[in-house]
């Protein structure tokens, strides 16, 4: 693969990546090493080696994956980036895609939101925008943003997401009652306004979108 001579001047954009499959920081930090205007400061494992190392590098753009195994996952690791002095931008490069995980990324600080599948050209581009503070988003990724603001869903709040962890264990609604300390009544009202935000109708749709869009603990 070949790039464009760096210009003149241009100072090299400082990266830190953190992946816990250590395959995939190989094959990312081989690709990240060809870019002439792009300089690898650091790889982490999991999100508190990736806050350690940001704190010694400095660096401009942390490459973060979402699902870090053990320890915190990363969100929370983009959240207290975010927080640090200097604080670097966060490019999130994951294979999910759903709206959750893409709300959840940008409310914790999150500059960008990239799929694995990308070319590696658009990941160059994505990193540069970052460093500037600039929004980079994968196509698919700006598509689920574009329709949920042209058709917002009202947001479920924390007691229907206390009943839909109950759903998904498969509890019925006396035992759903038991559990949260609320009437079998409460339970069916609850029930109906769940249905209508996630746009189901059954208890199977409701448990199946909430796993989808990782509404679930």
Not at 146 to 168: C, F, G, H, K, V
Not at 190 to 214: C, P
């Amino acid at each position: 693969m070949t790039h464009p001579p760096e210009p003149p001047g241009r100072t090299p954009v400082r990266i830190l990546v953190c992946d816990d499959h250590a395959v995939v920081r190989a094959g990312l930090l081989a690709l990240l090493h060809s870019a002439p205007d792009i300089e690898v400061v650091g790889e982490a494992g999991g999100g508190e080696e990736a806050l350690a190392l940001a704190r010694k590098t400095a660096p401009d753009v942390v490459l973060m994956d979402l699902q870090l195994g053990a320890g915190i996952d990363g969100v929370e690791t983009t959240r207290r980036l975010r927080s640090l002095h200097p604080a670097p931008h966060v490019l999130v490069l994951t294979t999910y895609d759903t709206d959750a995980d893409v709300t959840r990324a940008v409310e914790a600080g999150a500059t960008g939101y990239l799929l694995k599948a990308e070319r590696a050209e658009d990941l160059f581009t994505a990193i540069h925008a970052a460093a500037q503070g600039r929004p980079a988003l994968s196509p698919p990724v700006a598509d689920r943003v574009m329709s949920r603001l042209r058709n917002p869903r009202p947001a479920l709040t924390p007691r229907e997401r206390d009943i839909l962890a109950q759903l998904a264990q498969g509890l019925p609604n006396h035992a759903i009652a038991r559990a949260l300390y609320i009437s079998e009544a409460t339970v069916k009202t609850h029930l109906r306004r769940i249905y209508d935000k996630l746009g189901v109708d059954t208890r199977a749709g409701a448990v199946a979108v909430a796993k989808e869009q990782r509404l679930l603990p």
